[in-house]
């Protein structure tokens, strides 16, 4: 069986047979069926309630005379996020900005909560930025068909044709479809493996040089993967912002 941290301990201890019991009327068999819930689930938990906990405590103190640390800390995320995606985006890029920002704060966290004994980054299990970049998937493709509707589905056809005969343009309509197709599933998979692997790498050198040398050179490592930890986290979100951009141009 696999080793569980603490906190998986807790949540398998208090919801593995309602779990289980779900599992298998979804007629999906559980390995281990006294431990269901898995390390890379439970930190998603956990950092899902830590950011809960942190926002309700944020709204609770909102001030426009006196804001707290908390609240700059917070609009400057907003600042940042709302400003990456003007940039890409358009003027109308105030609409997506929650969404870009929780996701770069949910990547970040969980990226980051490895570097802390006891837990693990949950990105560094493929399973959780495949979610991620489901997510985004769905996010992007719901946004172009809310700002186009059907058109929207002219996208994936290829540019617009305008004074080509009518043969050539369905001769390359159809050469454009699945390869449009298979390009924005192949989004899902370089959002993921991305992500992943990265994070993966970074939480495995720190662990082997941790364990060889205890003192002094795992904090040049530390600090390298907080770098990583960020880097990856905007770029995943950059990635998303490009793809609600090309998803809600005007051509579309």
């Given at each position: 069986m696999p080793e569980q941290l603490w906190f998986t301990k807790i949540l398998n201890g208090l919801f593995a047979s309602p779990v289980t019991a779900f599992l298998r009327a979804l007629h999906i068999a559980p390995k281990y069926p006294s431990q269901?819930?898995?390390?890379?689930?439970?930190m998603e938990l956990l950092v899902f309630f830590f950011l809960l906990a942190v926002?309700?405590?944020?709204r609770s103190r909102l001030s426009v005379e006196s804001p707290g640390g908390l609240q700059h800390a917070f609009e400057g995320i907003e600042?940042?996020?709302?400003?990456q995606s003007q940039d890409i985006v358009g003027h109308h890029s105030e609409q997506y900005t929650s969404f870009f920002a929780i996701l770069f704060i949910f990547i970040l966290?969980?990226?980051l909560i490895g570097l802390i004994p006891g837990f693990e980054s949950p990105t560094g299990v493929a399973s959780v930025p495949l979610g991620c970049a489901i997510c985004a998937f769905i996010y992007y493709h719901a946004q172009g068909f809310k700002h186009s509707g059907v058109?929207?589905?002219l996208h994936f056809f290829g540019?617009?044709?305008?004074?080509?005969?009518?043969?050539?343009?369905?001769a390359l309509a159809a050469l454009m479809l699945p390869i449009e197709i298979i390009s924005h599933f192949a989004r899902l998979l370089s959002l993921t493996v991305r992500l992943w692997a990265n994070i993966f790498a970074g939480d495995l050198i720190t662990l082997v040089f941790f364990s060889m040398i205890p003192i002094g050179i795992p904090i040049l490592f530390s600090g390298l993967h907080i770098l990583v930890a960020v880097l990856q986290a905007y770029v995943f979100m950059?990635?998303?912002i490009i793809y609600v951009s090309g998803a809600v141009a005007e051509e579309h």
């Open positions: 269901p819930i898995p390390n890379s689930l439970a926002f309700l405590i944020l600042g940042f996020v709302l400003g966290i969980c990226n058109k929207y589905l540019p617009p044709m305008e004074g080509m005969p009518l043969v050539a343009r369905i950059l990635l998303t």
